[in-house]
């Protein structure tokens, strides 16, 4: 299996210096996308290279393949990244900074671009102003977006990279990112002895 990984940069096409950077990972075999906001390019968002690893064994890979394009920042992750697995992992470099050498993940990068400004779209809307790419809510929509494409994205199999990956087809409610949730917090149970641990 090959999981591909790249950076893309989303905001304002017109302001340069106000884009916020993600890396994206797509599993070839399954299709499954997994997103994520990056503070800096390179390995020293830590944070960023344990939840890559994180994604990487919720896809249930062992031994593997870590492709990218061959960008230097994105090659210092990747090899972060091989050296914190305990299963094989084959780094895989194809030239920097050719698209067309890891297809899959550009592929990937689109839907996701095409699946945040849906949200974002749709919460201007319901808020009824302008948001700034940069708020902190867009950082949870980039995953939101992963996840909306993970569970209902069909492919030319007729099956969603969540079915592919589980054998199963999701079947719970959701709402909207940024979508108020009213709710009511259960009462805490005194304790007793009954239900106290010692």
């Not at 302001?15 to 990972?25: D, K």
């Not at 592929?107 to 919460?123: E, M, P, S, T, W």
């Not at 902190?136 to 992963?146: C, R, S, T, V, Y």
């Not at 969603?160 to 079947?171: A, D, K, S, V």
Request: net charge positive; charged share 25%; proline share 5%.
């Amino acid at each position: 299996p090959t999981v591909g990984m790249d950076y893309d940069k989303y905001g304002e096409e017109e302001a340069v210096s106000e884009h916020t950077t993600s890396l994206i990972l797509k599993d070839s075999e399954t299709g499954m996308i997994k997103g994520h906001v990056v503070e800096v390019k390179g390995p020293r968002d830590y944070w960023v290279i344990k939840r890559c690893c994180k994604d990487i064994e919720g896809l249930g890979l062992s031994a593997m393949m870590l492709k990218t394009d061959g960008e230097p920042a994105l090659v210092a992750v990747q090899s972060k990244i091989v050296a914190r697995r305990e299963a094989k992992t084959v780094p895989v470099n194809p030239p920097a900074y050719d698209p067309k050498s890891n297809g899959v993940i550009e592929k990937g990068v689109q839907d996701i671009n095409g699946r945040l400004r849906c949200i974002k779209i749709a919460l201007e809307d319901r808020l009824q102003q302008s948001l700034h790419i940069s708020l902190p809510i867009f950082e949870w929509a980039l995953e939101h977006a992963a996840f909306i494409h993970n569970r209902f994205q069909l492919g030319h199999d007729g099956c969603t990279p969540y079915r592919r990956l589980t054998g199963r087809n999701w079947n719970h409610e959701l709402v909207e990112s940024g979508e108020q949730v009213m709710g009511k917090l259960a009462p805490r149970r005194a304790a007793t002895k009954s239900n106290t641990r010692t």
